[in-house]
């Protein structure tokens, strides 16, 4: 199967990027070939895998048709991971292309060069539900959505699936929810516990059974440029991340059968 997930929360912090590297790294020891498009202006899925500054051009480029896609794609230090770079030119493509057409679907066309290459193509999107994260979710097939576990969490959750409605009707239909996971749970608190039942209760039946730590090795792993199972693959951090991969493929298996 060759699927565009867009990782996406207008909320900043809820562990979005790190989703987006540690479950492609997942994956990615699973025999999938994964590719990971920084599609925030902030570049912090590039800078979280350790691209060198030189190498940074790579999903502007291809969006502004100034390169092919795949050689906007440079390879990570796990084997099967693959990143599209961002650079912070990203950040005026709104402006430059404001009067062009098939300014939404630019994304879409970018990544249709090069969707047969892998099995799963996962779109880290900026944390705002500007003109970006449409350009996103008109280009995927599902969107998956990180919440943290905690107080005001489902804070611009209506405002993001309003937006997932309107673009299911004008830009891509075929666009659903990929699932709802619990990040930065905190197993010391009563708190952490009870948003997590709270969430799994107004969002039933798309939320992971996979819950995501609040962990030191998970903060630490972006500044060694790498994802957290080639920091430390025993951790927590690692680990909730492979059993996601598992529970998400599992997932996968079932929606084919």
Same mark, same amino acid.
């Given at each position: 199967?060759?699927?565009?997930?867009?990782?996406?929360?207008?909320?900043?912090?809820?562990?979005?990027?790190?989703?987006?590297?540690?479950?492609?790294?997942?994956?990615?020891?699973?025999?999938?070939?994964?590719?990971?498009?920084?599609?925030?202006?902030?570049?912090?899925?590039?800078?979280?895998?350790?691209?060198?500054?030189?190498?940074?051009?790579?999903?502007?480029?291809?969006?502004?048709?100034?390169?092919?896609?795949?050689?906007?794609?440079?390879?990570?230090?796990?084997?099967?991971?693959?990143?599209?770079?961002?650079?912070?030119?990203?950040?005026?493509?709104?402006?430059?292309? $404001?009067?062009?057409? %098939?300014?939404?679907?630019? +994304?879409?066309?970018? !990544?249709? =060069? &090069? /969707?047969?290459?892998?099995?799963?193509?996962?779109?880290?999107?900026?944390?705002?539900?500007?003109?970006?994260?449409?350009?996103?979710?008109?280009?995927?097939?599902?969107?998956?959505?990180?919440?943290?576990?905690? $107080?005001?969490?489902? %804070?611009?959750?209506?405002? +993001?699936?309003?937006? !997932?409605? =309107? &673009? /299911?009707?004008?830009?891509?239909?075929?666009?659903?929810?990929?699932?709802?996971?619990?990040?930065?749970?905190?197993?010391?608190?009563?708190?952490?516990?009870?948003?997590?039942?709270?969430?799994?209760?107004?969002?039933?039946?798309?939320?992971?059974?996979?819950?995501?730590?609040?962990?030191?090795?998970?903060?630490?792993?972006?500044?060694?440029?790498?994802?957290?199972?080639?920091?430390?693959?025993?951790?927590?951090?690692?680990?909730?991340?492979?059993?996601?991969?598992?529970?998400?493929?599992?997932?996968?298996?079932?929606?084919?059968?």
């Amino acid at each position: 199967m060759n699927k565009i997930i867009a990782v996406a929360n207008q909320k900043g912090g809820v562990g979005k990027t790190t989703t987006a590297i540690n479950l492609a790294a997942s994956l990615a020891t699973k025999k999938r070939r994964v590719l990971i498009v920084d599609f925030d202006p902030q570049g912090m899925a590039t800078v979280g895998l350790g691209l060198p500054k030189e190498e940074r051009k790579g999903i502007y480029q291809a969006l502004m048709k100034k390169m092919p896609t795949l050689e906007c794609i440079r390879p990570c230090d796990l084997e099967n991971l693959y990143i599209c770079p961002c650079s912070p030119e990203l950040s005026g493509f709104e402006a430059e292309i $404001f009067n062009e057409d %098939e300014r939404e679907i630019r +994304l879409r066309l970018a !990544l249709e =060069q &090069v /969707r047969k290459l892998f099995h799963y193509i996962l779109i880290d999107c900026p944390p705002s539900l500007g003109f970006l994260t449409i350009n996103a979710m008109t280009a995927a097939d599902s969107i998956l959505i990180p919440i943290q576990t905690e $107080f005001f969490c489902m %804070e611009g959750m209506p405002e +993001l699936l309003r937006m !997932l409605d =309107q &673009v /299911r009707a004008y830009l891509n239909p075929k666009l659903r929810i990929e699932g709802i996971l619990l990040t930065m749970y905190d197993e010391r608190t009563n708190l952490s516990k009870q948003v997590a039942d709270e969430i799994r209760g107004s969002l039933r039946g798309v939320t992971y059974d996979s819950i995501i730590p609040r962990t030191v090795k998970l903060a630490e792993a972006p500044s060694f440029g790498k994802p957290a199972l080639l920091y430390d693959i025993k951790s927590k951090a690692a680990q909730s991340y492979l059993t996601l991969a598992e529970e998400f493929l599992n997932h996968e298996k079932t929606s084919v059968g």
